[in-house]
């Protein structure tokens, strides 16, 4: 029974939210397809764009943080660095999960490393959201500081170079990362704290006070003078 025409607006209502998905969509793929096309062809430029990849590359990151942590468990920010990968390989798989969209068809992926199966989705840039994530993280004066979110944006833009991602995949990519380390210290670091509780009791960690975990202006890195 169509109730005052009510069944007929929900289905256009319907349509026009499915119009304006493909409609953004299109905007999205020509304005990443036009990005892909400006870089420069070339091995050198590929190279460039690889290494850029590479540095991003989660396997990387969580053997640096887990040395890290192995070797200075007294050290908060290298348990608050392993909590946020944690917590990021976590919200991007199950986002690719849902959203599965598809990577860009016009540039090859089969070169890519360790590929699992969610990382054949393209949205959100786990690379993106990671490298963003470390920027948020990182304490270490302003001009370490800078290059650490020079290395970042540069990160992200490769993603689009390289034709991994679109661009809305690494803007997204990008707000998780702000999500992510606003979720991981919530209410007074729950979540940190717990997930370090948890690495603790399970792998032996001795961990700083839980206290120290708390503010993120308390982050010492081995950059400091007092590390």
């Not at 420069?40 to 890290?68: M, Q, V």
């Amino acid at each position: 029974v169509n109730l005052f025409g009510y069944k007929d607006r929900i289905e256009k209502i319907r349509m026009d939210i499915y119009y304006l998905k493909d409609l953004l969509s299109d905007i999205d793929h020509k304005i990443s397809y036009y990005l892909f096309k400006c870089w420069p062809r070339g091995s050198k430029n590929k190279t460039i764009l690889r290494l850029l990849e590479w540095s991003g590359h989660g396997l990387i990151w969580f053997t640096f943080a887990i040395a890290l942590v192995y070797l200075y468990p007294q050290n908060p920010f290298f348990g608050a660095l392993l909590v946020g990968l944690i917590l990021d390989i976590i919200l991007v798989a199950v986002i690719k999960a849902f959203v599965r969209r598809r990577r860009p068809h016009y540039a090859p992926q089969a070169d890519q490393f360790l590929v699992i199966s969610v990382d054949k989705h393209s949205l959100p840039s786990g690379h993106a959201s990671r490298a963003f994530y470390i920027a948020h993280l990182f304490k270490g004066g302003f001009f370490l500081s800078t290059l650490v979110w020079l290395w970042a944006i540069s990160v992200g833009a490769s993603r689009i170079f390289l034709g991994r991602h679109h661009v809305f995949d690494v803007i997204v990519g990008m707000l998780l990362a702000s999500f992510t380390i606003s979720l991981q210290f919530a209410f007074n670091g729950l979540i940190n704290n717990s997930i370090l509780w948890i690495l603790s009791t399970s792998f032996g960690f001795q961990f700083s006070n839980t206290n120290d975990f708390s503010e993120m202006n308390g982050f010492q890195t081995v950059f400091d003078d007092d590390s």
